[in-house]
């Protein structure tokens, strides 16, 4: 959907996936990403990470316009809004 090649891993492997959401302090959208970030991550057991937009200029610049973005092993799955089923999928769960 979004340039990628979609990577085919195994259910079992989701504990070695990483999530990143990408935002910025006050805002919703942020933290609605946030709430269904963790519950995925909780029952698939990918790791998973916060980066802050306002603390890193490249992804400033990158970002700024799509926050929240969500990466799975570093490559963009989404933005916006975050659909608990398709992230779940992506992480083989």
Same mark, same amino acid.
């Given at each position: 959907?979004?340039?990628?090649?979609?990577?085919?891993?195994?259910?079992?492997?989701?504990?070695?996936?990483?999530? +990143?959401? @990408?935002?910025?302090?006050?805002c919703?959208?942020?933290?609605?990403?946030?709430?269904? @970030?963790?519950?995925?991550?909780a029952? +698939?057991?990918?790791?998973w990470?916060e980066?802050? @937009?306002?603390?890193?200029e490249?992804?400033?610049?990158?970002?700024?316009?799509? @926050?929240?973005?969500?990466?799975?092993?570093?490559?963009?799955?989404?933005f916006?809004?975050?659909?608990?089923?398709r992230?779940?999928?992506?992480l083989?769960?």
């Open positions: 959907m979004f340039g990628r090649a979609k990577k085919n891993t195994p259910a079992a492997d989701a504990a070695v996936r990483t999530v +990143t959401l @990408i935002g910025k302090p006050g919703h959208l942020c933290d609605d990403a946030r709430a269904v @970030i963790e519950a995925v991550c029952e +698939t057991g990918a790791r990470e980066k802050d @937009i306002t603390q890193d490249e992804l400033y610049r990158a970002y700024w316009e799509q @926050i929240p973005v969500v990466l799975v092993d570093g490559e963009q799955h989404t916006w809004r975050v659909d608990a089923g992230l779940r999928r992506e083989g769960g």
